[in-house]
């Protein structure tokens, strides 16, 4: 949700400049419309589009308190540690996600991949920027912690590698049925199959147990997903 003691009019002025501006980082013109049409839709949900949420963050528009990438981050903490190595993968244009993690980081960096990224100057030296497709290809620094916060189609490829590399996993699904072509006819099947994907990479190997979390008290009704290892007797 937007701090109340930001005008309507800071928020459209300040993200109407930076759409001007990027663009031609943004080939999706329907998202593009979409984004433009609802500048103040984090009045009412915490849950926006996604280049939106980003701008939130970005400006400081948003409320710590309610803020979805900050609570994601609590998860992270809770269930694993920000002080390793973490590979965000579908980080999004702006990846704001991997920016609070390296900027919470003692240690370790977050490479985060995505080849529709806009320009970014953090000036973070834990912080790498990949703007490139993550693939199963994709090397990997051992004992990486892979995330993704609704990445949609990349999140297929994010548990095949957790699988077949063994890596600590925590993805946030959504709800939009991305693989259509292929077969998920709709988004219950989509997340049906992920999950099942995750069930599969702690089954086959040493990363424990499949768990869940919400994050539906800001507004977020989509699970997410997470290994935890088990402890050595």
Same mark, same amino acid.
Request: glycine share 4%; proline share 5%.
């Given at each position: 949700?937007?701090? *109340? %003691?930001?005008?309507?009019?800071?928020?459209?002025?300040?993200?109407?400049?930076?759409?001007?501006? +990027?663009?031609?980082?943004? /080939?999706?013109?329907? *998202?593009?419309?979409?984004?433009?049409?609802?500048?103040?839709?984090?009045? %009412?949900?915490?849950?926006?589009? /996604?280049?939106?949420?980003?701008? $939130?963050?970005? $400006?400081?528009?948003?409320?710590?308190?309610?803020? =979805?990438?900050?609570?994601?981050?609590?998860?992270?903490?809770?269930?694993?540690?920000?002080?390793? +190595?973490? =590979?965000?993968? @579908?980080?999004? /244009?702006?990846?704001?996600?991997?920016?609070?993690? @390296?900027?919470?980081?003692?240690?370790?960096?977050?490479?985060?991949?995505?080849? !529709?990224?806009?320009? #970014?100057?953090? +000036?973070?030296?834990?912080?790498?920027?990949?703007?490139?497709?993550?693939?199963?290809?994709?090397?990997?620094?051992?004992?990486?912690?892979?995330?993704?916060?609704? /990445?949609? *189609?990349? #999140?297929?490829?994010?548990?095949?590698?957790?699988?077949?590399?063994?890596?600590?996993?925590?993805? &946030?699904?959504?709800?939009?049925?991305?693989?259509?072509?292929?077969? $998920?006819?709709?988004? *219950?099947?989509?997340?049906?199959?992920?999950?099942? !994907? @995750?069930?599969?990479?702690?089954?086959?190997?040493?990363?424990?147990?499949?768990?869940? &979390?919400?994050?539906?008290?800001?507004?977020?009704?989509?699970?997410?997903? $997470?290994?935890?290892? !088990?402890?050595?007797?």
């Amino acid at each position: 949700m937007l701090k *109340e %003691n930001i005008s309507d009019e800071k928020v459209k002025e300040t993200l109407r400049d930076y759409l001007i501006k +990027n663009k031609k980082f943004t /080939p999706d013109k329907e *998202e593009l419309k979409r984004v433009e049409d609802r500048l103040l839709w984090g009045r %009412n949900s915490s849950l926006t589009i /996604p280049l939106l949420r980003q701008l $939130y963050d970005l $400006y400081g528009f948003e409320d710590e308190k309610t803020s =979805i990438y900050l609570n994601f981050i609590k998860l992270i903490e809770e269930h694993f540690s920000l002080d390793r +190595n973490i =590979i965000e993968v @579908a980080g999004g /244009p702006i990846p704001r996600l991997s920016f609070q993690i @390296a900027s919470r980081q003692t240690k370790g960096k977050v490479t985060v991949y995505d080849p !529709l990224m806009h320009p #970014t100057d953090y +000036n973070l030296d834990n912080l790498v920027i990949k703007k490139e497709l993550f693939t199963e290809k994709t090397k990997v620094p051992k004992d990486s912690l892979l995330i993704g916060f609704m /990445p949609c *189609e990349a #999140t297929e490829v994010l548990l095949r590698v957790a699988h077949r590399r063994e890596l600590d996993f925590i993805v &946030a699904l959504c709800g939009c049925s991305p693989n259509n072509s292929e077969g $998920y006819y709709d988004d *219950e099947v989509w997340m049906n199959n992920m999950e099942y !994907l @995750a069930y599969s990479a702690v089954r086959d190997t040493n990363l424990g147990e499949l768990k869940h &979390a919400t994050l539906d008290d800001y507004d977020d009704p989509y699970p997410i997903l $997470y290994n935890k290892r !088990l402890m050595k007797k």
